[in-house]
């Protein structure tokens, strides 16, 4: 087992006590990214990335952030992790609104969350060797250093499902799926309580994505590690997580246990999703659920719904009021009219 600053593995949650304490808790969190003109670049408008979102997680769950490409979800991730700097809004880790922390405390508080990037290429160091990619966090912080750290660094590639002999090779000599283990070794490194794992198996083959999930799934299991695993691909997010959140243009649509939210959509636009899943059976039956138009812009986003403009079953007032994301039944959140119409 290793060995890091103590030990690293955590006991894992007994399964008679139902954790009900949340490890992380966003509250009307924005992101915007300023569009600056003119000689004085002055701001004449914003990129509304993430507008508004609520949501928790509560300790050793994974949470499935899904959408599509250009909605937020990566902004998201960023933002809440500091790595891009919040607008407005709370972040709430272990009871502490980290959106407060100056650099020193935010530094400390690194080593409870960590990421691990989509792209296991762009994500690695090329002229470093595994050995110093996966101890380069015990140096930055100050926890192991000589045979200490050489002993971590061996026992975190073991755990990851590589070779003690990989230490000394080059991010180049290894195929996509080794790339991502060195990546989540390195996440792994400073015993952290979250991770955030933003389209990490989506550069990947499909083989190779079943081996990851599978790791991520272990590790989980053996660190009591919690997860935000935002994706694109619903079946991908099915596989893993506990529960899924869909988000649209900056505002999250719908956030539901993940067989609630398959078995029984709410919103049009996770029906949408749903139905652009490929059946893997000849002569399958599909949902005929299909969205129409491009996505609007997020520097000027529709009034009212956001989704009015593409959803076949708007009404009148989905122009002209936003709905809330509101609970319609067993932890079951949706933000549409039609829902609370139907009386939910």
Do not use: W
């Not at 090329?126 to 110093?132: A, E, H, L, N, Y």
């Not at 002999?165 to 080794?178: A, C, K, L, N, V």
Request: a neutral charge.
């Amino acid at each position: 087992m290793l060995q890091i600053y103590g030990s690293m593995a955590t006991p894992e949650p007994e399964n008679d006590k139902p954790m009900t304490d949340k490890i992380l808790e966003v509250i009307d969190l924005k992101k915007y990214f300023p569009i600056k003109q003119g000689v004085f670049s002055r701001t004449v408008n914003n990129v509304k990335a993430v507008d508004g979102v609520d949501f928790s997680i509560i300790p050793g769950e994974t949470l499935g952030l899904v959408g599509e490409s250009g909605c937020g979800k990566t902004t998201l991730g960023r933002t809440i992790l500091r790595l891009q700097e919040p607008t407005a809004g709370k972040i709430i880790f272990e009871n502490q609104d980290i959106c407060k922390l100056n650099n020193a405390d935010m530094r400390i508080l690194r080593r409870e969350m960590q990421i691990i990037f989509q792209d296991p290429y762009g994500s690695l160091n090329p002229r470093m060797t595994v050995g110093d990619i996966i101890g380069e966090p015990f140096d930055i912080h100050g926890l192991a250093a000589g045979e200490k750290r050489q002993v971590n660094v061996h026992e975190l590639l073991e755990v990851v499902g590589l070779k003690a002999d990989h230490i000394t090779r080059y991010p180049h000599e290894f195929s996509g799926g080794q790339r991502q283990r060195i990546v989540i070794a390195r996440g792994l490194a400073l015993r952290p309580k979250l991770i955030i794992c933003d389209e990490s198996v989506s550069a990947l083959d499909v083989s190779i994505q079943a081996q990851i999930l599978n790791l991520l799934k272990t590790l989980q299991k053996q660190f009591n590690l919690t997860y935000l695993f935002i994706a694109h691909d619903l079946s991908v997010v099915k596989h893993i997580s506990d529960r899924i959140a869909v988000m649209y243009l900056g505002k999250l649509v719908e956030i539901a246990r993940k067989d609630e939210l398959y078995n029984s959509p709410c919103h049009p636009y996770t029906k949408a999703l749903l139905s652009a899943i490929p059946i893997p059976r000849p002569g399958a039956r599909k949902s005929d659920f299909l969205l129409e138009g491009d996505v609007p812009s997020p520097v000027d986003p529709p009034h009212g719904c956001r989704f009015h403009t593409r959803c076949p079953v708007m009404e009148d007032l989905c122009r002209q009021t936003a709905p809330e994301l509101v609970d319609i039944g067993d932890r079951h959140f949706c933000a549409c009219h039609k829902q609370k119409a139907a009386g939910h």
